[in-house]
């Protein structure tokens, strides 16, 4: 049963996608996890286009690759935040924290 | 009723008994998704019996509780420890665990509802602490906090699991005005950014129509009124009325119902 994923759509571009919350975090964190370190690109980007319902879960897998990208001396930024992790950013202080694309 | 319906918790005719006690006869309320609702009364008349329907602890004698969708009492004891994960409940004493430091205690329902990594569950924490300014209390003992401080604790341990639903059961019971302050505006946030029906069942008038959307006066197992906190209190209903303006004697009385004074005092016994 996968309800959510992060997938290597090309070289450095990360794919999160599906509902992150409790019961798919833990997967999705280890498979990133992996991604990044397999990846050879040195800027790696994280798009959430393919979310579709997040909660604070999702919020942590981004903290979660940033710290894993710094470990690995690579740039991470982070493309297409939806508005559910945004308002939850928001309320959370991490919208000067997380690596967003303008 | 589906989950996509504009009222997050419906109650339906429900009554409520204690022994030959009735608590509620036939009640109708309706809590609007994504709304700060407000539940008051005169202490004693039954809110707390209220909450503890809508969360399930207790069954009602006859009528319906619907919440997201599910009508409780026909629920599973599973289903209904899947659904209590989408309500986070502010308790009036804060009721946080004394030998537990802050960190601990906001992580607690993560541990003991999620299989998160360690690193995670930090994530959550120090996010939901930021969220209630607390952040920089991670390390405190419960006793190191002051009263406001604890209830800011326990919102963000009620918030770890983001609920769909939020639950304030009396938040405002011995706040002094700048905490109440910090509690309103918090309470108000996030309902407005994170979409939480949020219900808040309170005796403090000024505080609780400061921030509700919309109000159910409770009170003689009945709803006594509904409305907008506006509506209320320019209600012709007397016992509203009575209770808007915080007058001591009206529809309800002042006394509790008792023997003769002069015969309690100077005998027929």
């Known amino acids: 049963m996968s309800r959510a994923s992060i997938v290597e759509q090309a070289p450095g571009l990360l794919l999160l996608s599906g509902e992150l919350d409790y019961r798919s975090g833990p997967q999705v964190r280890e498979d990133g996890r992996r991604l990044l370190q397999a990846s050879a690109a040195a800027t790696c980007v994280i798009d959430c286009a393919g979310v579709l319902r997040a909660s604070s879960v999702g919020l942590s897998l981004l903290l979660a690759f940033m710290r894993d990208a710094q470990a690995l001396g690579k740039t991470l930024e982070v493309r297409a935040l939806p508005e559910d992790m945004r308002q939850i950013a928001g309320v959370s202080g991490l919208l000067e924290i997380l690596p967003l694309q303008a | 009723m589906s ?27 309706r809590l609007p998704r994504g709304k700060v609702t407000g539940i008051m009364g005169p202490s004693g008349c039954g809110k707390t019996t209220l909450l503890r329907l809508i969360g399930a602890e207790l069954k009602p004698s006859q009528g319906e509780v619907w919440v997201n969708g ?27 665990f004394t030998d537990l430091d802050v960190f601990e205690n906001v992580a607690f329902p993560l541990r003991v509802h999620t299989k998160l990594p360690e690193e995670m569950i930090r994530d959550i924490v120090l996010m939901k602490l930021q969220a209630v300014g607390l952040r920089g209390a991670v390390d405190l003992m419960p006793d190191e906090l002051s009263g406001g401080m604890k209830r800011r604790v326990a919102l963000a341990r009620a918030i770890a699991l983001d609920p769909q639903i939020l639950i304030y059961d009396e ?45 159910y006066v409770v009170g003689d197992t009945q709803v006594l009124g509904q409305g907008t906190p506006e509506e209320l209190m320019n209600s012709d209903n007397p016992r509203i009325r009575q209770f808007m303006k915080g007058t001591p004697d009206g529809p309800v009385p002042f006394h509790f119902p008792a023997a003769n004074y002069r015969e309690d005092l100077l005998g027929g016994r």
């Open chain 2, 3 to 29: 989950a996509g319906n504009e009222y997050a918790v419906e109650l339906k005719g429900v009554s409520f008994k204690r022994g030959d006690r009735a608590i509620f006869n036939d009640i109708d309320i």
């Open chain 2, 70 to 96: 599910q009508n409780l009492p026909q629920l599973s004891r599973s289903e209904l420890f899947d659904m209590r994960k989408q309500m986070g409940v502010l308790f009036q004493s804060g009721a946080l």
């Open chain 2, 171 to 215: 938040p405002f019971v011995g706040q002094d005005p700048i905490a109440m302050g910090v509690l309103v505006r918090l309470i108000r946030l996030l309902t407005d950014a994170l979409g939480i029906t949020s219900i808040v069942v309170s005796h403090d008038l000024a505080e609780t129509a400061s921030i509700a959307d919309y109000l």
